[in-house]
């Protein structure tokens, strides 16, 4: 995929990974899109690996496989500030 596929998969799954765990987060859309860019490559891999799904571009399963990978992201990036 292109750097701009990624970057627009990246800006929806993060913003979709924001909007399930709402809360109070440092950065604006920058972070936005690279909390997704990093959550799309995660949730590809694991997806992949687990027979679940992967990410191929912009369509329905790219996206949930990428929104789950920035959900897990954002998640984990919380529990490391909270302590």
Known sequence: MGILIWLLLGLIAGILAKFIMPGRDAGGIIVTIALGV??????GYLGTRFGIGSVTGINLESILVATAGAFLVLFILRLVRRR
């Open 38 to 43: 990093i959550g799309a490559v995660i949730g």
